[in-house]
């Protein structure tokens, strides 16, 4: 988004977003029904997302390198998420990824972009690449129609990016088991770069009646419904990609070396994740709203313990109280935890997303004789 106030913002009802949404609607007065819009793929929504270009032929085979995703022959158009992870393994960055042919346009979360533009810059060594940080030219559209972007701004769409979570990635996994169809199946998100200019044209569609427009609020339920993790929501400083089953669209188990790539090998093949995600079905007897933090309880011995935190949570238009939870992946699937909020106690049903025995993908390891014994 760009240095000045959205547009946007001056629409009737609008309320601003806070936190790592600020700058962008929360909502326009009615996030229930922004909720429906966006499901039926009619509303826009202007997401908080920062921009950085690289470009140059060495662009995406050195991209590659660096991060999770096997992204050296990105064809023009074709779109990817990534995860730039330290040296352990733990997530520093969620790229999502749409080259043109000539440029490979990084879509991030807007706090992380001026950390990851740096540096990316640092690790340019002799290679032929060119790093800019484009956020205040840019901003970021989502939908789930991926063309109803085009279809209101038209010339204005510089790339689209298609979330893979939707169908998973070539080259991931999923540790999720759903009963039915996974959730996610019906998240047909799209992330759109435009001008920022392009947001007084939108401004003008929504009041000529031409589109409707959802908030943040909005966009983060129904993320939350479809188990889609989001980069310093759903993460601490701890979390390795296993935990939130981002094996799924933002990793590629059999590409080259990269940083952190040890320890994606090594608990994928070998260990479990110490922690697991969960979407919660919260009891809404009390009218409470869930915060991020919430210490989630589990029973030990009698006694409740805390087992985890909520990370993000939402009211559903049709699913009620919802919350995604990291939790201890010991904690028993079956079990009906408490969430404590306002000083209130909240029953709250498991779904598992990531199963509590996921991994090791390698079971017959064999086991080597002690010194001194005999094979």
């Given amino acids: 988004m760009g240095a000045g106030a959205s547009p946007l913002l001056g629409l009737p009802a609008a309320v601003a977003a806070e936190g790592i949404d600020s700058g962008v609607v929360a909502h326009y ?41 096997s992204i050296a022959r990105l064809a023009p158009g074709e779109s990817a998420e990534s995860l730039l992870l330290d040296p352990q393994g733990r997530v520093e960055h969620d790229i999502r990824i749409v080259d043109d042919g000539v440029t490979a346009w990084l879509i991030l979360e807007r706090p992380q972009t001026a950390a990851l533009a740096a540096f990316l810059s640092r690790m340019r060594f002799m290679l032929r690449v060119e790093i800019a940080d484009v956020s ?29 979570w939707r169908t998973g990635s070539i080259g991931g996994v999923s540790y999720a088991r759903a009963a039915a169809e996974h959730p996610g199946a019906d998240w047909t998100w799209s992330e759109t770069v435009v001008p ?34 989001r ?35 090594k608990v994928h093949n070998l260990g479990r994740p110490p922690r697991r995600i969960v979407m919660l079905d919260l009891d809404g007897s009390e009218g409470i709203v869930v915060p991020a933090g919430a210490p989630v309880l589990a029973l030990r011995q009698g006694e409740q313990v805390e087992a985890g935190a909520i990370t993000s949570s939402a009211i559903h238009y049709e699913l ?56």
């Fill in 320 to 375: 009620g109280p919802i919350a995604l939870a990291v939790i201890r992946r010991a904690v028993d699937p079956d079990e009906i935890l408490t969430v404590v909020a306002d000083g209130a106690s909240i029953a709250a049903r498991q779904e598992i997303i990531v199963p509590a025995d996921a991994g090791p993908a390698v079971t017959d390891i064999p086991r080597l004789p002690r010194l001194g014994r005999p094979a």
């Fill in 196 to 229: 920022v200019g392009a947001l007084d044209r939108l401004a003008a569609a929504v009041i000529g009646a031409e589109v409707r427009v959802a908030g943040s609020l909005a966009v983060d339920a129904l993320r939350i419904a479809a188990w889609r993790p």
């Fill in 29 to 69: 007065g009615n996030p229930l029904g922004e909720q429906r819009l966006l499901a039926s793929g009619t509303a826009l929504a202007q997401v908080a997302r920062g921009v950085v270009t690289v470009s140059g032929p060495d662009r995406l085979s050195w991209l590659d390198s660096l991060t999770s995703q």
């Fill in 231 to 265: 980069l310093g929501v759903d993460t601490d400083e701890r979390t390795i990609p296993h935990e939130l089953d981002w094996l799924r669209s933002a990793v590629h188990l059999s590409k080259g070396c990269y940083r952190g790539q040890e320890t994606v090998a």
């Fill in 136 to 164: 205040d030219q840019h901003a970021v559209i989502g939908s789930l129609d991926a063309d109803l972007a085009r279809r209101i701004l038209g010339d204005d769409v510089i790339v689209s990016w298609q979330d893979p």
